[in-house]
């Protein structure tokens, strides 16, 4: 699908926030500024409330927010250096009944979660960004 403008893409964030479930897992895959935490952010902001502050997790690597029902894991993997580190960030807690929302999975390499839904971003022309989405639940993003 075509995701035309940012403001489309925080659209798109909130049908997903719709069909998240505890327990689930979401790879954000695509280059630099893609726009993996903008659509991570709107999915944290329908759920948490429109008011959270959600940084990005660049540094940190990863950032907790509690929603209904779980608590949501907003991940940032790209300085991540060997898989293994994945396990001090809470990535056990995060995949038992959290809802984790991973951007650069490819860090996990042998980690990464058989059974996630992942979603993939693509620059287009125009600002536009070029939207794909792997798993079951995920066929009810595309209007
Ligand atoms: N259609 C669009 N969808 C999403 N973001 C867009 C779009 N058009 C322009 N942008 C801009 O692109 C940038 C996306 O940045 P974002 O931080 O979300 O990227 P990222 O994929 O998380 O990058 P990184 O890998 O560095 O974490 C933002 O500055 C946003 O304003
Ligand atoms: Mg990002």
Same mark, same amino acid.
């Given at each position: 699908?075509? *995701? +035309?403008?940012?403001?489309?893409? /925080?659209?798109? $964030? +909130? ?10 897992? /979401? ?6 500024? +893609?726009?993996?935490?903008? =659509? ?6 329908? &759920?948490?409330?429109?008011?959270? %502050? ?6 940190? &690597?990863?950032?907790?927010?509690? *929603?209904?029902?779980? /608590? ?7 300085? =991540? ?7 001090? =960030?809470?990535?056990?807690?995060? =995949? ?5 929302? /991973?951007?650069?999975?490819?860090? &996990? ?6 059974? %996630?839904? +992942?979603?993939?971003?693509?620059? %287009?022309?125009? $600002?536009?960004?070029? *939207?794909?989405?792997?798993? $079951?639940? &995920?066929? $009810?993003?595309?209007?």
């Amino acid at each position: 699908m075509l *995701v +035309a403008s940012e403001s489309e893409m /925080v659209q798109l $964030g +909130a049908h997903l926030a719709a069909l998240l479930r505890p327990g689930d897992a /979401v790879l954000l895959e695509g280059p630099l500024g +893609a726009g993996k935490t903008v =659509l991570a952010r709107s999915v944290i902001r329908a &759920l948490a409330g429109q008011g959270e %502050a959600v940084p990005s997790p660049t540094f940190t &690597l990863v950032q907790t927010y509690e *929603v209904p029902g779980a /608590v949501l894991w907003h991940f940032d993997l790209y300085r =991540l250096d060997d898989p293994e580190e994945i396990w001090e =960030l809470g990535w056990e807690e995060a =995949l038992a009944g959290g809802i984790a929302l /991973v951007e650069w999975p490819q860090r &996990l390499g042998r980690y990464r979660p058989a059974s %996630a839904l +992942a979603i993939r971003i693509e620059p %287009a022309p125009g $600002g536009a960004r070029r *939207v794909s989405a792997e798993g $079951g639940r &995920l066929a $009810g993003l595309w209007p």
